[in-house]
């Protein structure tokens, strides 16, 4: 019994990233079906709330490493529920902020674990692309704290209306992708400059990536011949 257990929680730890990418992709795959109407804020969260437990879960290999995430996961859901329940704008903000962090810490710890190893698994590969899709969601919570701060930060062209949480997602991707559609334009200095550094961050993660495969298929290749 004990070896059993003993291989499943083996296997489960070799999985961190495994759950973390499931929990981003249910996220912007359904959001878009289930952002609108009056139970979509709470429908919205229950997708974040997923990302957060399977966030401190991915980065629960050191226990510095899963204290800090849980300092910051903890307020960022216990305020984002409340958020919810009572619409408090300030509650909203600082909920803003713990989740930006959460988002920034778990993306840099799984950066730092997909640049660190020499051997990729199918992990290290799902861990990558949760790394790419934690920095969109950054910049969308960074985005939606600046316009809670200073309404009109961004505009919506033509059609016009008060942008939420939803609507920085699109706009977060399509900056880190740099497809530049201009349906949503950043108006103030900061916005700009968010917009500016997320388009920045996401060209030269994938040339990291890239180069960081490489030398793991370097490395592979040198072992190999010895």
Known sequence: MKSLLSRYLARARAMQ??????????????????????????????LTSFVLITGVYAVSNRRRQV?????????????GWLHVITGDPATGAVESVFTLLFYAFTALVGLSRVLGTRRI?????????????????????????????????????????TLAFPAFIYFSFVTLATLGYGDITPVTDQARSLA???????????????????????????????
């Open 67 to 79: 204290v800090i995430a849980a300092l910051l996961a903890v307020p960022a859901f216990g305020l």
């Open 17 to 46: 990233f495994h759950y973390l990418l499931a929990s981003l992709v249910l996220l912007l795959a359904v959001y878009p079906y289930v952002g609108a109407g009056p139970s979509g804020p709470a429908a919205l969260k229950v």
């Open 121 to 161: 698994t199918t992990d290290t590969i799902y861990g990558a692309v949760s790394v790419y899709l934690l920095m969109g969601l950054t910049w969308a919570t960074a985005y939606d704290l600046v316009e809670s701060i200073n309404p009109g930060s961004f505009s919506a062209g033509s059609g016009g209306g």
């Open 196 to 226: 500016l550094l997320e388009t920045v961050s996401g060209t030269l993660y994938i040339a990291v990536l890239i180069a960081r495969l490489v030398a793991a298929a370097g490395w592979r290749n040198d072992a190999g011949s010895e």
